[in-house]
């Protein structure tokens, strides 16, 4: 079932975080560790976690220290961690954006939009969700203009990737939704899928609000009523 993979892939992730302190933040004797799961999905979530403690030490723990972290490359250690592990470090990436080049959000994505290689330019953008959220202050235009600032078809990952990890909350999933009416010239019943990926976590009324305040009908939200 999907809940157990996505339950499997979690303690995953932990366990990369403990393998991290456990080999005092020596990150690729702790990726040697993940090396070891054979299944690939949950080999990601060890190396998510792993990148994220490195994180951690760097900037969040007073107790840990790591090297894995340069004031001058926001992208390091992504420069030099094997390929398959690209993606987890590059979306953790966005972090260390925001704490040492920059605090504007459109300057950050730009940065990201430099990266040479496609696939890393999507992680990055992935990453830059979690960022875009915890900024997000409650005004629809504001991620707008942000995504609005990228070029196709990394402006529609901004989107896809931010509106849904905005909804955290009913009234923050209303305004996250409400940005569906703003770009709907360009993904309106895109927008909505997005939308529809995290409704279900709310109550029946609150789902209905949400729905309508992407613009769709009310008939179409009415599978969402109490």
């Known amino acids: 079932p999907a809940s157990t993979a996505e339950n499997r892939w979690q303690c995953f992730h932990g366990f990369g975080h403990v393998v991290m302190m456990e080999t005092n933040y020596d990150l690729m004797r702790a990726l040697d560790v993940c090396d070891s799961i054979r299944n690939a999905r949950e080999r990601d979530g060890c190396g998510?976690?792993?990148f994220m403690e490195n994180v951690l030490a760097g900037?969040?723990?007073k107790d840990a220290h790591t090297d894995w972290v340069k004031p001058d490359d926001p992208f390091y250690p992504c420069?030099?961690?094997a390929e398959h592990y690209q993606d987890p470090c590059y979306r953790r990436a966005p972090t260390l954006l925001f704490?040492?080049?920059t605090q504007d959000p459109k300057a950050a994505l730009t940065t990201c939009m430099g990266l040479?290689?496609?696939s890393n330019r999507v992680s990055c953008l992935k990453g830059m969700a979690r960022e875009l959220a915890e900024r997000f202050?409650?005004?629809?235009?504001q991620v707008a203009d942000w995504c609005?600032?990228?070029r196709e078809p990394y402006r529609k990952i901004c989107f896809a990737e931010t509106i849904p990890y905005i909804m955290s909350t009913p009234a923050r999933a209303v305004a996250a939704a409400s940005v569906c009416p703003l770009i709907a010239q360009e993904y309106g019943p895109e927008c909505a899928a997005w939308v529809s990926t995290r409704?279900?976590?709310f109550a029946p009324g609150e789902q209905f609000s949400i729905c309508r305040a992407t613009g769709n009908s009310e008939a179409a939200c009415n599978q969402y009523r109490p």
């Open 79 to 81: 420069t030099v961690v």
């Open 199 to 201: 409704v279900r976590l």
């Open 137 to 141: 202050n409650g005004e629809p235009a």
């Open 59 to 61: 900037h969040f723990r």
């Open 148 to 150: 609005w600032a990228i």
């Open 116 to 118: 040479v290689d496609h």
């Open 99 to 101: 704490r040492y080049t």
């Open 48 to 50: 998510f976690g792993v």
